[in-house]
């Protein structure tokens, strides 16, 4: 079964500073990876995804990842991070050839931006 | 355009009691998910309907928990006989066709349930 570990449950970082959260996924078989952001008092927001081609995935807002294949990791980073960058947020993994629709989450990163 | 709404926000029973939560889809979207999500823990998925059908169901914990989608939109997750442990937000999502075609799936609000 697929598994997703989200290595740190808070990260505490100061606006404008570089942030990196952590992703690594268990997998054997083709697999779509996903960032999903829920900001205080929200539901669930898809912030990029990764299907095929370019490893490098980019959302509206800054944010970018890497799928890495050998080191199955799907790590979240931005170069400089703003107070309303403050949330929780969600790695998921979902096979990517007919197998189960369902995604898998990890526990997920409270990113919390100080002033 | 409209997202995914559920209803109702928040849900207050008691142990034993019959509870049912809606999920109404994007509209279009054929594929819809249901997840639970407990304290600290990412969402878990529960069941995933194409259409009227539920294709997969293997996420239900035991069968105390059903769910139906009679005319391809709205679903209800229906729990019989609560218990405590089955306090959570329990989360629907759907999307435009299937997710292994990478389509992305959307999430309403959650209904937060409470089992006193």
């Known amino acids: 079964a697929q598994s997703v570990t989200q290595l740190d449950s808070q990260v505490p970082v100061f606006e404008e500073a570089p942030v990196e959260l952590r992703c690594n996924y268990s997998?054997?078989?083709?697999?779509?990876l996903f960032w999903y952001v829920q900001y205080p008092n929200q539901g669930l927001q898809l912030l990029l995804k990764?299907?095929?081609?370019?490893?490098l995935v980019e959302s509206i807002n800054g944010f970018e990842a890497e799928f890495n294949k050998s080191q199955t990791s799907f790590h979240l980073r931005k170069p400089s991070v703003h107070i309303s960058d403050t949330a929780e947020y969600f790695c998921?993994?979902?096979?990517?050839?007919?197998?189960?629709?369902?995604?898998?989450f990890g526990k997920g990163t409270k990113l919390t931006v100080n002033p | 355009g409209a997202g995914v709404s559920q209803t109702p926000s928040n849900k207050v029973t008691e142990k034993g009691k019959y509870v049912e939560l809606r999920c109404d889809p994007i509209?279009?979207?054929?594929?819809l998910y249901w997840y639970r999500q407990s304290l600290g823990q990412g969402p878990e998925f529960l069941i995933y309907?194409?259409?009227?059908?539920?294709?997969?169901d293997s996420g239900l914990p035991n069968d105390r928990f059903f769910a139906v989608r009679p005319e391809g939109s709205v679903s209800t997750l229906k729990i019989q006989r609560t218990e405590r442990g089955d306090s959570a937000v329990y989360l629907c999502?759907?999307?435009?066709?299937?997710?292994?075609?990478?389509?992305?799936?959307?999430f309403g609000p959650g209904t937060r349930l409470t089992v006193l």
């Open positions: 990764y299907l095929s081609g370019s490893t």
């Open positions: 997998s054997s078989v083709s697999v779509y």
């Open positions: 998921a993994v979902s096979d990517g050839q007919g197998g189960s629709e369902k995604l898998v």
């Open positions: 309907f194409q259409g009227t059908g539920a294709a997969d």
């Open positions: 999502a759907s999307s435009l066709t299937f997710s292994s075609n990478g389509d992305t799936q959307y």
């Open positions: 509209s279009g979207h054929t594929a």
